[in-house]
């Protein structure tokens, strides 16, 4: 006996939350989301659809494979997965689930997914994030990104928050989790101050390189 699971036909597409990598492509044009766990190798973009990751030619999700875009229901959840050391450099991901989907009791495996937002937390230092920056690490032909304040970008590859917005483009919003124990900031002001102090903190590194090598044309 074949058992059928019942259908659900919403008039809006469901809504979810995860936690994901930020990235860009090595050419620095493009930039996307890459999971934390199962298909972590596939790096995806703010409009995505869902392959298997064990390379077979079903449709996503199977009702007998792992495949598909995974979320969960409840964003105090998705929140508390970034408490753990291996997530603390992910940022949260607010989603709408298209195509295809099965349901769970704490989220959803489906077919297709709109980010509609991301929420940057606080640099390492514990400083309101201004940018994101080169993490370090990656996957083939994408740099993982990282939150970072004007301070800890340094000569690091990094885009402000609007820059990665604009790169991944449909329709994307993407804002920074004030520091801990401050008090959140209207967004448009906070995103101007958040550009302004990363742009500082370039002119600042500027020119310390050009007074290096003034430095070095007197020397010769």
Do not use: N
């Not at 019942?6 to 990235?23: D, F, L, Q, S």
């Not at 309101?128 to 990282?146: H, N, Y």
Request: some cysteine.
């Amino acid at each position: 006996m074949r058992y059928r699971l019942p259908e659900e036909r919403p008039t809006e597409p469901p809504t979810g939350y995860k936690i994901a990598h930020p990235v860009l492509s090595q050419d620095g044009t493009r930039a996307g989301f890459t999971g934390v766990s199962l298909g972590g190798s596939l790096p995806y973009g703010v409009l995505a659809e869902a392959r298997c990751v064990y390379g077979l030619r079903h449709r996503a999700p199977h009702r007998r494979c792992d495949c598909g875009f995974h979320c969960v229901h409840d964003r105090a959840e998705a929140e508390g997965l970034l408490c753990t050391a291996e997530h603390r450099a992910a940022v949260l991901l607010d989603v709408r689930v298209l195509g295809t989907y099965i349901r769970f009791e704490r989220g959803f495996r489906y077919a297709r997914q709109r980010v509609l937002t991301a929420t940057i937390g606080p640099c390492p230092c514990g400083t309101a994030a201004a940018a994101l920056a080169d993490a370090g690490w990656g996957r083939p032909g994408w740099r993982a990104l990282a939150a970072a304040c004007p301070g800890c970008v340094r000569g690091r590859t990094s885009l402000s928050l609007a820059e990665f917005a604009r790169l991944a483009g449909d329709g994307l919003r993407v804002r920074s989790a004030p520091a801990a124990g401050s008090a959140p900031a209207g967004p448009a002001v906070a995103e101007l101050v958040a550009e302004a102090a990363l742009l500082q903190a370039r002119l600042d590194w500027f020119q310390t390189q050009l007074a290096r090598l003034e430095e070095r044309g007197t020397q010769g």
